[in-house]
């Protein structure tokens, strides 16, 4: 009876997934300004996500300041506009957003997460963080810091 049991439910396991998938709507949205954007819609939980990508990269870094772009990419959720690195950072959590930003050879990638009952100001704070970045000092010298120390760390592990 034992093994009954076992194979029924390692069938259910195998099959529930199945039958709670769906198929995802992507739809093609041109902005105003002719921005085009695949948007999918889920209304099941309440949180709106944005993952975007605009040219840049580390391939336009200026010859010797190499990883200017992968500094820079560490500094646009440190203040931006009127707020300082402290002031945004609270504004972010008090919108209920991540923001997070990276570079490739080629791009520069952003993503945003935010309840979407706040939507109005975490877009508010990447649009300040895209178009006003403040690039302070003080956060220049920590995110600096911090990416010497990963370098150094990766030369120290013998996996990498």
């Known amino acids: 009876m034992a093994p009954l049991i076992t194979l029924l439910l390692s069938i259910l396991f195998l099959i529930l ?13 041109t902005s105003p300004k002719g921005i085009t954007a695949w ?17 840049g990269g580390s ?12 500094l820079m ?25 991540e923001m997070s930003f990276d ?15 706040q939507r109005d100001q975490a877009f508010d704070l990447l649009r300040l963080a895209v ?5 302070d000092q003080l956060p220049i010298d920590r995110i600096r810091s911090q990416i010497l120390s990963g370098i150094i760390a990766g030369e120290n592990d013998p996996d990498t």
């Open 39 to 55: 948007l999918v819609e889920d209304y099941s939980v309440p949180v709106v996500a944005i993952r975007f990508v605009f040219g």
């Open 103 to 117: 570079e490739s050879r080629d791009g520069i990638y952003g993503s945003m997460r935010m309840l979407a009952e």
């Open 17 to 29: 997934p199945a039958l709670t998938a769906r198929a995802m709507d992507i739809q093609s949205v």
């Open 131 to 135: 178009n006003e970045p403040r690039f």
């Open 59 to 70: 391939t336009q870094d200026p010859v010797g300041k190499e990883g200017l772009a992968n």
């Open 73 to 97: 990419t560490g500094l646009f959720d440190e203040g931006a506009g009127p707020l300082d690195s402290e002031d945004f950072q609270i504004k972010l959590d008090d919108a209920g957003a």
